[in-house]
């Protein structure tokens, strides 16, 4: 269920040398606008793109481990 609910929710867009998230102030809403101010559009580490890292993520909550 998770897998159907949040895949391909956790992505985010992010400056290409460190790697931090972008500020609400540069206005990006999407994939397009991420790449076309020459931003990386990268998937977050924690993620329900597929049923293991489903269980994956479920597992870290549980144990309280990231």
Do not use: P
């Not at 956790?10 to 931003?39: A, M, P, Q, W």
Request: charged share 20%; hydrophobic share 40%.
């Amino acid at each position: 269920m998770g897998v159907q609910l949040f895949g391909g929710k956790f992505y985010k867009c992010v400056y290409v040398g460190t790697h931090d998230r972008v500020n609400i102030s540069e206005n990006i809403k999407n994939i397009i606008d991420c790449l076309n101010k020459n931003f990386t559009w990268e998937n977050s580490r924690i993620n329900f793109d597929n049923v293991l890292n489903g269980y994956l993520a479920l597992f870290q909550v549980v144990s309280y481990e990231i």
